[in-house]
């Protein structure tokens, strides 16, 4: 199974080029998406981070996250250890996925991560694809998207890493700079077909 490693900074487009991989019949694995599932649904994760952060949950039972952001977003070993526990329940729940896919006879996957060579996801992967686009671009998207100002969503992005770090990582890049979805999915589609090609088995 070829395994296709989505990266990319917020509001670049990762998640359109994984539903390309999704039309091909690939199996697909948001890590964002995992995540806020696997709050709600991992007892082990959310003994982890109360362990580690106190009672970060709202009675309702999900994350607080204005409060756990207050405790790591200024102090550097705290956001390390937040990441660390992350990584750890999110990889396992990736593997876990990947190798269901396999399991079922698919021959594609992706794996949509903003931290896929922090987390180690990287390693899981056959191929990766580095997805950008013009700050200002991903900054009105990411306004639209999330309901920021502008002032905050332009903040976050200045707190991410830059899109060199992207590119230089990852074996495939591409920017969605298009005007439309559908011209970015024809875009999208071109580069599986290269890198199916590049890459069959």
Same mark, same amino acid.
């Given at each position: 199974m070829l395994t296709i490693g989505i990266?990319? $900074?917020? !509001? %670049?487009?990762?998640?359109?080029?994984?539903?390309?991989?999704?039309?091909?019949? !690939?199996?697909?694995?948001?890590c964002d998406a995992l995540y806020y599932a696997l709050l709600q649904t991992d007892a082990d994760l959310r003994a982890a981070l109360v362990a580690a952060f106190g009672n970060v949950f709202l009675p309702g039972g999900a994350l607080d996250r204005q409060t756990l952001g207050a405790r790591v977003f200024s102090d550097a070993a705290a956001l390390?250890?937040?990441n660390d526990i992350v990584f750890f329940h999110v990889g396992r729940a990736v593997r876990a996925g990947l190798d269901a896919a396999r399991?079922? !006879?698919?021959?594609?996957?992706?794996?949509?991560?903003?931290?896929?060579?922090? %987390?180690?996801?990287?390693?899981?992967?056959?191929?990766?694809?580095?997805?950008?686009? $013009?700050e200002q671009v991903r900054l009105a998207r990411i306004v639209a998207r999330d309901r920021l100002t502008q002032e905050y969503a332009a903040a976050r992005i200045r707190a991410q890493k830059s899109t060199a770090y992207y590119t230089q990582r990852c074996r495939y890049a591409i920017e969605n700079n298009c005007a439309s979805r559908g011209e970015f999915s024809r875009r999208a589609d071109e580069l599986l077909e290269i890198i199916m090609k590049e890459n069959a088995s």
């Open positions: 990266t990319g $900074p917020t !509001g %670049s487009g990762k998640t359109a080029f994984l539903e390309r991989i999704a039309a091909r019949g !690939g199996a697909v694995i948001d390390a250890k937040l399991a079922e !006879g698919r021959v594609l996957a992706g794996v949509d991560a903003i931290n896929l060579f922090e %987390s180690g996801l990287a390693e899981q992967c056959g191929v990766t694809v580095a997805v950008t686009a $013009p």
